[in-house]
């Protein structure tokens, strides 16, 4: 089976820099996701992290450490509009399990 | 445009009355699946498809169909409705064995189940 943790919530503020953490615990991997998902919206494709290292894409980056099962994202230059719920989900090849989601509440 | 389609949007239905939820992709993807989305317990799979008449139960497949007669479209299926399935409901389509980029999610189906 998979476990996937990640916090629930965290604030930062406007222009700031945010870490959000995901450990995973799987019998199976072959690759872990990040999306972003605004209240009511469907989920938003962020990055795909097959080997280890940091993978950068504009403002956002995101790490993976298979060793570890760990992963982050990296939200720089924090804005308004990043105020959403973000995913972290493991996949499996065949199936794709989620966390919880952290909800990032950005303020002025 | 590269899209995945849900209908319906919004349904609110009653226990025990059969439903039915399309999904289609226009991407010629291989693999799509079915999540359910619901607070507290964040998005879990249902059923996956990696092909044409090839389906498989996910994480939390009871009380639910799908079928995969041809490669666009992957249906969900209720055929008992009860108010436990009281969801939000997601489709996902990707071309199965390439980078994740290419995995994409339907608008959603909020259901309700009286």
């Known amino acids: 089976g998979q476990n996937i943790d990640q916090p629930t919530e965290m604030t930062a503020t406007e222009g700031a820099i945010v870490q959000i953490n995901c450990t995973y615990q799987t019998s199976g991997f072959n690759g872990l996701f990040w999306y972003q998902q605004h209240a009511g919206e469907a989920p938003t494709f962020l990055s795909y992290?097959?080997?280890?290292g940091l993978e950068e894409k504009g403002r956002f980056s995101s790490f993976l450490s298979r060793s570890k099962g760990y992963s982050y994202l990296l939200l720089k230059e924090l804005q308004m509009k990043d105020s959403a719920s973000y995913l972290c989900?493991?996949?499996?090849?065949?199936?794709?399990?989620f966390g919880k989601g952290t909800m990032l509440l950005v303020s002025p | 445009e590269a899209q995945v389609t849900q209908n319906p949007r919004y349904l609110i239905t009653v226990t025990g009355k059969k439903l039915t939820v399309t999904c289609s992709q226009n991407m010629n993807h291989e693999y799509m699946s079915w999540y359910r989305q619901d607070p507290g317990l964040g998005l879990r799979q249902i059923y996956y498809?990696?092909?044409?008449?090839?389906?498989d139960k996910g994480d939390v497949p009871e009380g639910y169909k799908v079928s995969r007669k041809e490669k666009r479209n992957f249906p969900l299926i209720l055929e008992s409705p009860s108010p436990n399935q009281t969801s939000l409901y997601f489709c996902?389509?990707?071309?199965?064995?390439?980078?994740?980029?290419?995995?994409?999610f339907g608008p959603g189906t909020r259901l309700l189940v009286l």
């Open positions: 996902a389509s990707r071309l199965q064995g390439t980078s994740g980029e290419t995995q994409y």
């Open positions: 498809s990696m092909n044409v008449e090839v389906t």
């Open positions: 989900a493991v996949d499996g090849y065949s199936t794709l399990t």
């Open positions: 992290n097959v080997l280890d």
